[in-house]
């Protein structure tokens, strides 16, 4: 059974950085497609990060050459890197995973980021 549980979300200044951590049960790196999602306030939720089970990553344009995705394997843990940080980063971040050979869907029960002055 897949399991996803995130942490490191908090408050945080312009400019600022935090690292999100998703610790992974249940999962096989090499066999999952995971990443990174955020929900801010009456928008929805939109893709922020994937690292493909091969390790290949991608980013939205909003956030590249700011945010790093990585996985640890012996820790069986992902993460996102976040580097300057700007108040329209604030959001709920959920992790995801989805197996590349049984199409379904899992995600973390989400870490706020709040970046404010």
């Known amino acids: 059974q897949v399991q996803l549980v995130e942490s490191g979300g908090e408050m945080v200044q312009p400019g600022g950085s935090l690292r999100l951590s998703c610790a992974a049960s249940?999962?096989?790196?090499?066999?999952?497609?995971m990443g990174w999602y955020r929900q801010a306030p009456g928008k929805q939720r939109e893709l922020v990060a994937v690292?493909?089970?091969?390790?290949?990553?991608s980013y939205a344009d909003s956030v590249e050459g700011r945010f790093t995705i990585s996985r640890d394997t012996a820790k069986n843990t992902m993460y996102l890197q976040m580097n300057s940080l700007k108040p329209e980063d604030t959001a709920v971040y959920y992790c995801?995973?989805?197996?590349?050979?049984?199409?379904?869907?899992?995600w973390g029960q989400g870490t706020q980021v709040t970046v404010s002055s």
């Open positions: 249940g999962v096989i790196f090499s066999l999952y497609r």
């Open positions: 690292i493909t089970s091969g390790g290949g990553t």
């Open positions: 995801y995973a989805r197996s590349d050979y049984v199409p379904t869907d899992h």
